[in-house]
């Protein structure tokens, strides 16, 4: 007897709770109530800076920043993830179209691409270029331009160990 495989969707799907009052209709217009969604976009950039501040002395620079003071440069390729939270538009399923998502973030680390974070960034001048620094200017430049939803998350990842996360706070 052959038994009914199941599509992968359906085998891990949970069952919705009773009496949550959800309804995920696949019809314009069929929603009662709509749950608020998170979703993710990651881009990837790569870029060299230096941590340095020139009020200190170059002894204490090396001293707080170790190899990232180097006065040659160092460069990291980062990742960012950009998440946007709201309602599934009724229509289309959709918090926000990832592809318009990823073509304004896209234009905002364009600036940063293959650049040198300390000089070739004019919003980053008098800036120390450390994730944290660089996460929070992100913000500011991604949250006026997201398509549709709200700027919920940015966590930008310097290494695969290393990363800064801000949530506009």
């Not at 390729?77 to 592809?99: A, F, K, M, R, S």
């Not at 991604?142 to 919920?152: K, T």
Request: neutral net charge; glycine residues 6%.
């Amino acid at each position: 007897m052959a038994s009914k495989i199941l599509p992968v969707a359906a085998r891990f799907r949970p069952a919705p709770p009773r009496g949550a009052g959800l309804f995920f209709a696949f019809t314009p217009g069929s929603w009662a109530r709509v749950a608020t969604v998170r979703v993710t976009r990651r881009l990837h950039f790569s870029a060299a800076h230096r941590l340095h501040n020139p009020a200190f002395s170059d002894e204490e620079n090396r001293r707080i920043f170790g190899p990232c003071n180097h006065p040659n440069w160092h460069g990291h390729n980062y990742e960012l993830d950009v998440t946007v939270e709201g309602q599934p538009d009724p229509g289309t399923g959709y918090v926000v179209d990832l592809g318009l998502l990823r073509d304004a973030a896209e234009a905002v680390v364009a600036d940063l691409d293959h650049r040198n974070l300390n000089l070739d960034v004019p919003w980053l001048r008098d800036v120390i270029p450390s994730t944290e620094n660089l996460v929070v200017a992100l913000w500011h430049r991604l949250a006026p331009v997201v398509p549709a939803g709200r700027l919920v998350k940015l966590t930008l990842w310097e290494t695969p160990r290393n990363s800064a996360e801000y949530s506009g706070e």
